[in-house]
């Protein structure tokens, strides 16, 4: 009998977003990082599910998502506390939109403020922290 050869297959990252799990209040939500995001957003789903405090966005504005024509308006906003792991814990403003992809979608803005590197072959994320 002949066994094939293992093959790794370099592109198995090509198609794929990076996604984790996060703590919020005790509740463990889905993550996904988004570089291509304009923003940071959170489900309003979990705004509401988890009482966080809304307050208004100094500047509304309209969200396009996939296909145009399908904007949504963003007028509020919520400061979120969670965690990542046991020694990640961060606190950012997110805009509040309706989302079912994931709980919190981490945009190019939370990228740009913690220095993240990207590694788009390994699909892997790196920054310093506390």
Known sequence: ACLAP????????RNKLFHTRCTINDRVCNVIKDSGSSENVI???????????????PYPY???WIQQGTEV???TRALVTFSIG????????????PMDACHLLLGRPWEFDR??????FLNTYTFRFN
């Open 73 to 75: 308006n963003i007028s």
């Open 62 to 64: 309209k969200l396009a």
């Open 43 to 57: 489900a309003e789903v979990v705004v509401s599910k988890l009482n966080l405090t809304i307050q208004p966005h």
């Open 115 to 120: 220095r993240v590197t990207h590694d788009g």
């Open 6 to 13: 293992r093959v790794f297959d370099d592109s198995s990252q």
């Open 86 to 97: 046991n020694s990640y814990k961060d606190e950012l403003l997110c805009d509040i939109a």
